[in-house]
């Protein structure tokens, strides 16, 4: 509260009337009442809203991960049919990748199924945000691989925070693993459990174009080990004993809020589920 203080001078002069005393007396009475009431009040506190800074690392910067409801658009896995068909090379290709990574004791096993999911393109406008679509498949053990081009709306924006990859053993937005490639050159991979964003870990594949570019991709998860492949080169492999199952999406990790955002584009995408 803001107060007004008036000063009001008293005269030592002996003559004073008792109707200049009484006038005195009341202004003086009235200085007290507003002394009272100021020192009474309530004191108004300002606060702040404080801002959590996200952890701090070498080379990674954490995403934050939005909880409201994602995925406008399904990205849906076919399975080939049992009826006889000509030969499919892009299976026959898979199948070769899979046994190569059994025979250098990658995956537990070569054995599985393979299914051809179509071409999808999301993108995605909020920065340092990652948006998601799923596959309709809920694989504990898979590879999956495409080819990826991406696109920033921004020439200068923000290439460690924008990326295509994929979501895995996702349970809601409070529990999921995230891995992609960011456009400058990083694969990141992160989990979160009860909303809290875990940065695990990630390696350099190589420099690419800004703002636009392309690159094959390729996730493996067997139990317990994750291993992430860019244009054939396996770029980053480590255990986490908190892969338990879920769902399989597309992801697009947003650099920018201007116009589209990010822009991914997956093509020839090839989904092998270990038995």
């Not at 003559?15 to 200049?20: F, I, K, M, V, W």
């Not at 004191?43 to 809203?49: F, G, K, N, Q, R």
């Not at 400058?184 to 420099?207: Q, S």
């Amino acid at each position: 509260m803001h107060c007004l203080v008036i000063i009001i001078p008293v005269s030592h002069s002996k003559n004073l009337t008792s109707r200049s005393i009484s006038l005195r007396l009341l202004l003086i009475l009235t200085g007290v009442i507003l002394l009272t009431s100021c020192s009474t009040s309530e004191p108004v506190l300002a606060t702040s809203e404080a801002e959590t800074p996200l952890p701090a690392t070498e080379t990674i910067m954490p995403l934050a991960q939005p909880l409201e409801v994602v995925g406008t658009m399904t990205a849906t896995a076919v399975k080939k049919t049992e009826t006889p068909t000509p030969i499919d090379p892009r299976e026959e290709d898979m199948k070769k990748e899979v046994q190569v990574l059994a025979g250098q004791k990658l995956v537990s096993s070569s054995k599985g199924t393979y299914y051809r999911v179509q071409d999808f393109t999301g993108e995605w406008a909020k920065l340092s945000y990652y948006h998601w679509w799923p596959l309709n498949r809920k694989p504990t053990n898979f590879a999956i691989r495409a080819d990826v081009s991406w696109e920033s709306a921004v020439p200068m924006g923000n290439p460690s925070k924008s990326g295509c990859g994929f979501v895995f053993h996702e349970n809601g937005a409070s529990d999921l693993h995230v891995s992609f490639l960011s456009m400058d050159g990083y694969v990141r991979n992160y989990r979160t459990e009860k909303n809290v964003i875990t940065n695990l870990k990630g390696n350099y594949a190589g420099k690419f174009n800004y703002p636009a570019d392309k690159a094959r991709i390729m996730l493996v998860v067997d139990y317990q080990w994750l291993t992430f492949y860019v244009n054939g080169k396996q770029v980053v492999r480590f255990q986490d004993d908190r892969l338990n199952g879920g769902g399989l999406a597309f992801a697009v990790a947003s650099g920018s809020n201007n116009s589209f955002g990010t822009r991914c584009t997956f093509q020839n995408v090839d989904l092998w589920e270990f038995n």
